[in-house]
């Protein structure tokens, strides 16, 4: 397992256990686990107890102002509740556009209110899709654009391979076909899987649900609180009550990003970038906000 992935584990055990405690001291008697929340939190526990004393001192104080800020913002704010259940979000669930990690759920006398959190460590990026993916973004995956898309981006491989083969025939790595050609991976792969995007998105996003779509899938289609812990120093973004777009435009003009920007002020950059350093057909997008300020200030405690 990937260190980062190892701190990650980490940082949400230590923040589960905090909310864990407010919950039981704010609904004493009413607050109840989930097996799944029980099982990832055994598996954090195990990447907490490993590392050093350092980080597990950061990782405890970091978790206990985090819970700390959602007691007095989000978790009091409740009210009468006849149960709370806590539960822990797999990754897989944010490929369908849910980034919450930690989801407490209370069952009120007027239905069951959420409150949804999502942490990072050490960084501010929204998603890593996969190109792929891409015709999932507005709802075309089994449609006859999306196979037409996935047709397009095995072609640009297959060329990609074969002028590869040609200019290195015993090349393993991708720096290998950079170390002859400093270009040649961004003109031979990058370049036409960005025009490869932006005109398959251009000429199929069309309807404002389609936009709305496809914002859901990037940012997240259900509220949050989001929580960045880089050095101990937390910062906080609400992303509750965010105004859907109806409309987008895409942009590539050779800049190295594709830019999606929406109606409602939110601004994306998403930048490829290989998901392995081996000369394989993995390659993703990290989407990334631009001036994020703008739209959801951060706090920071």
Partial sequence: MPLSARYGRAFEFCVT?????QLEELYPGKVKTT????GMQRQGRE????????????????GRKIAGWLSENKLKEIGETSRVELDRIPDIAGTMGDVTDIRAQFFTKDGVRYVNVSLKHRHEALKHPRLTRVPEWIGLAESGQGRKYIDAYERI?????????????????FRELR??????VERNLYVPLYTLVRNFLQENV??????????????GKFDFVKFVDPDGRIEIRDFS???????????YEGTGYLHVNFDNGWRLSARLHTATEWLKKSIKFDV???????VVPAIYI
Avoid: C, Y
């Avoid at 965010?242 to 435009?249: A, G, Q």
């Fill in 206 to 219: 069309k309807t404002s649900s389609e936009v709305r779509q496809m914002f859901d899938f990037l940012v």
């Fill in 241 to 251: 009550n965010i105004l859907r777009p109806s409309r987008v435009e895409i942009e």
């Fill in 35 to 38: 097996e799944r929340a029980k």
């Fill in 288 to 294: 990334q906000p631009m001036d994020l300020d703008s």
């Fill in 47 to 62: 990447q907490f107890e490993n590392l050093n004393v350092e980080l597990r001192e950061q990782f405890t104080e970091s």
């Fill in 157 to 173: 491989w297959s060329t990609f391979f074969q002028r590869g083969k040609k200019l290195s025939p015993n090349a393993k790595r």
């Fill in 179 to 184: 170390a002859i050609d400093h270009t040649f």
């Fill in 17 to 21: 256990k905090s909310i864990l405690s």
